[in-house]
């Protein structure tokens, strides 16, 4: 169950938090598809964005937070410019060493994703909008006792879950993510061969409709949609490589038509793959500035 599982680490075994303060325009896919071990908690606090997460959009506006539990398949699109704050945490961030009635009732329970947060949720405390614009200053600015003020202000938040009562009984099964993870792989491994949603269907034992579903219901994406998305994506590493022709990596990327190659990598990039590559080696050739880490 590796394939999709998000490669970047979230803080560290001491203190397995992450927090990310995102920009994103217009239609830009701000995340790809994933998955993590760590809870996400996301706060919108301009614009709009798109959350495919559990087989659903959701979309999550300015003053909402929506919450991805681990081990499910996501990625995120902005429906407008937007501004937003992530948390990336381990649940074990919430948990006392000594024990009380919230850490039985509610704590514990969210640990062990026996307990999930209801989302999206419209925010109607000002508090709450405080706590992540003092995380943001927190995380940017360590001190001796960052660490303990950004558990605190979780806490805090997870309380107003308490108080609102938005915690409620996962039904959530780990079946869906492997199956899923099965076909994600044989595309990774063969998606400069045919691959029809058939052979896909087989991997699974499942009828074809069935699979076809499943498949959309789990990803957001038909079958023959993610395998041109990710032959598209290899492409764009492909096309650095002047020496290579438009031809020869439509061929390599499992395209079997030149044109029709082209006619994808214009709808999914909104550029020919021609125009995509100058602008591509144009960037790459670029000077790095002070500003690049």
């Known amino acids: 169950m590796k394939i999709m599982k998000e490669k970047r680490s979230h803080g560290n075994h001491l203190f397995p938090f992450a927090f990310y303060n995102l920009i994103a ?3 830009m896919e701000a995340c790809y598809l994933h998955w993590h071990e760590e809870v996400e908690w996301i706060y919108v606090y301009i614009g709009k964005i798109s959350l495919f997460i559990d087989g659903k959009e959701k979309i999550i506006i300015q003053g909402q937070l929506a919450i991805i539990e681990p081990f499910l398949l996501h990625y995120i699109v902005a429906k407008e410019d937007c501004h937003y704050f992530s948390c990336v945490f381990k649940k074990e961030l919430l948990k006392f060493e000594i024990e009380d009635v919230n850490t039985y009732q509610h704590i514990i329970p969210y640990i062990n994703n026996e307990l999930v947060i209801k989302s999206p949720i419209t925010i109607d405390d000002d508090n709450i909008e405080e706590m992540f614009l003092r995380i943001v200053t927190i995380y940017n600015h360590e001190t001796i006792t960052h660490q303990l003020e950004i558990r605190i202000y979780l806490l805090i938040i997870f309380k107003y ?5 938005l915690l409620i009984t996962n039904d959530y099964s780990k079946h869906n993510l492997e199956a899923i993870e099965i076909v994600l792989k044989y595309i990774e491994e063969h998606y400069d061969e045919k691959i029809t949603s058939q052979m ?4 699974l034992n499942y009828n074809h409709q069935y699979f076809s579903r499943f498949f959309k219901d789990n990803t957001g994406y038909t079958p023959i949609e993610y395998i041109n998305k990710y032959r598209i994506d290899m492409a764009c590493e492909e096309l650095l490589d002047e020496k290579k022709s ?19 990598f214009k709808t999914l990039k909104n550029i020919s793959p021609s125009k995509y590559r100058k602008l591509l080696l144009a960037n790459y050739q670029k000077k790095p500035s002070r500003y690049d880490k």
């Open 25 to 27: 325009e217009k239609d």
């Open 161 to 165: 879950f308490i108080d609102h009562q």
């Open 200 to 203: 896909l269907a087989k991997l």
């Open 246 to 264: 438009i031809l020869d990596i439509s061929i390599a990327c499992g395209f079997d038509s030149c044109s029709y190659f082209i006619k994808k």
